[in-house]
């Protein structure tokens, strides 16, 4: 069975600077999909950023970058810049690729990192 | 429109009681979601549907009996619920089908039900 594994339940950054959340994971799968998805107070979970096990190049979306080492089963997610916006818990996930009706929400979630935010 | 809408987005209800969550989207979504969340802890899946159709139960308790009606529209029946069942209820949608394995899901911004 997958594992999703992320051991800072808390982190704080002073606002403009930048932070690395980590996320390790267990598989025997080749191909599958990480993802890291950020839940403010609003409650709404929202994706930030989505990575293909068989890219190698590492997914960026603006101000979010992850390095992904698939040989040490690590997805960090690095935030540039700091904004009290992002303020938030985030959950590192993984999927199986899947082919069957409603496989995408099949998702193994770690327990979360809070990232606090400093003015 | 690209939002998943849960109503109510507060509920509390007696052990008795029987109440529904509701969950809508209009992005033409054909699999639609159930999790669970305990404060403090991750999402849980419960039911997935897809195509209308009821596709995975992750063993849920049958005092939780989820409905779809049509393409848009996601219920979530309650009925004789414990004190542990509550939690923030969300639901989610994504695209179906062929070239949409990918896809990435949309969530709503949940129920949170206390059970009294």
């Known amino acids: 069975a997958q594992t999703v594994t992320q051991s800072q339940p808390e982190m704080s950054v002073q606002e403009a600077e930048t932070v690395t959340l980590s996320c390790t994971y267990d598989?025997?799968?080749?191909?599958?999909?990480l993802f890291w998805y950020k839940q403010p107070p609003s409650r709404q979970m929202i994706l930030v950023i989505r990575?293909?096990?068989?890219?190698?190049q590492n997914a960026t979306e603006n101000r979010f970058s992850v390095n992904f080492q698939k040989a040490a089963k690590s997805f960090s997610l690095k935030i540039s810049d700091s904004q009290l916006g992002d303020a938030a818990m985030y959950f590192c996930?993984?999927?199986?690729?899947?082919?069957?009706?409603?496989?995408?929400?099949?998702?193994?979630f770690g327990k979360g990192t809070k990232l606090s935010v400093k003015p | 429109d690209t939002e998943v809408t849960q109503t109510p987005k507060h509920l509390v209800m007696g052990m008795t009681n029987k109440k529904s969550l509701k969950c809508e989207q209009h992005?033409?979504?054909?699999?639609m979601y159930w999790y669970k969340q305990k404060a403090k802890k991750p999402p849980e899946l419960m039911f997935v549907y897809s195509y209308e159709k009821l596709s995975i139960n992750e063993s849920v308790p049958s005092r939780f009996s989820p409905e779809c009606p049509n393409s848009s529209l996601l219920n979530l029946h309650l009925h004789a619920l414990q004190p542990e069942d509550s939690a923030l209820y969300l639901c989610?949608?994504?695209?179906?089908?062929?070239?949409?394995?990918?896809?990435?899901?949309?969530f709503g911004s949940g129920t949170q039900l206390s059970v009294l």
């Open positions: 989610a949608s994504s695209h179906q089908g062929r070239g949409y394995t990918n896809e990435k899901l949309f």
């Open positions: 996930a993984y999927r199986s690729v899947g082919y069957y009706g409603g496989s995408q929400g099949n998702l193994i």
């Open positions: 992005m033409g979504h054909r699999a």
């Open positions: 598989t025997s799968e080749s191909d599958y999909y």
């Open positions: 990575q293909e096990a068989y890219k190698q």
